[in-house]
């Protein structure tokens, strides 16, 4: 079964500090990795995904996403944090493989509140 | 090109009652997928459609809750009788992934999400 853990209800930073939210998955075979972030009264907007390759992914707004295979985590990182980016903050994984009707499924983190403060 | 859209995007109503939601995909996108979060919890999976087909329904909480995809264009979910335990937030989203896929490797894009609140 998939599993992703976020540890971190909520991260606060001040602004233009750098800021880290934690990710740590389980998968079968390799995996398929998304951040997603929540707006207030928005939707999930997609951040950014790792299949293959290099270890740092870059995303939208600045974002950049580090995976670690040995240590089965993939943290969301910017930077220079902004108040802008206040949100919530999803990690999803999903198996890369396709092994049956399951396969699309995306499994998702409780997510993480960040708060940028001026 | 015009996202994934949901409707309504608030709904309050009274237990026993019964609720439709409904998702525009993305045009041409085969994958319609529901999940629910419900208030501080993960982002849960519900079902999968492919075109009008449901791949996977392994996700839905019982027999209360119905979706369909005539002509495997936009969907509806229906609840029926609501109960307090399907408050939450309820989101489409889509995708371009090719059924069956050796890998699978394009993103899901969400909509805003249906807030259904059960009173």
């Known amino acids: 079964a998939q599993s992703v853990a976020q540890p971190e209800d909520q991260v606060n930073v001040a602004e233009g500090n750098p800021l880290t939210v934690k990710c740590t998955y389980s998968v079968s075979g390799n995996p398929y990795l998304f951040w997603y972030v929540q707006y207030p009264n928005r939707g999930l907007q997609f951040l950014l995904k790792y299949i293959t390759g290099d270890n740092l992914v870059k995303g939208s707004y600045g974002f950049e996403a580090e995976f670690n295979k040995s240590q089965t985590s993939f943290h969301l990182k910017k930077p220079s944090a902004l108040v802008s980016d206040s949100a919530l903050y999803f990690c999803?994984?999903?198996?890369?493989?396709?092994?049956?009707?399951?396969?699309?499924?995306?499994?998702f983190g409780k997510g993480t509140k960040l708060s940028v403060i001026p | 090109e015009a996202g994934v859209t949901q409707f309504p995007s608030h709904s309050v109503i009274e237990k026993g009652q019964t609720v439709t939601l409904r998702c525009d995909p993305i045009s041409g996108h085969d994958n319609l997928y529901w999940y629910r979060r419900v208030m501080g919890k993960e982002i849960k999976f519900l079902l999968h459609?492919?075109?009008?087909?449901?791949?996977?329904e392994s996700g839905m909480p019982n027999n209360r809750f119905l979706a369909e995809r005539t002509g495997g264009t936009y969907s509806t979910l229906k609840v029926q009788p609501a109960e307090l335990e399907d408050s939450g937030v309820y989101f489409c989203?889509?995708?371009?992934?090719?059924?069956?896929?050796?890998?699978?490797?394009?993103?899901?894009?969400f909509g805003q999400g249906t807030r259904l609140t059960v009173v």
């Open positions: 989203a889509s995708s371009q992934d090719h059924w069956p896929a050796g890998t699978l490797n394009t993103e899901a894009f």
């Open positions: 999803a994984v999903r198996a890369l493989a396709y092994s049956g009707a399951g396969s699309y499924q995306l499994t």
């Open positions: 459609f492919v075109k009008e087909s449901k791949q996977d």
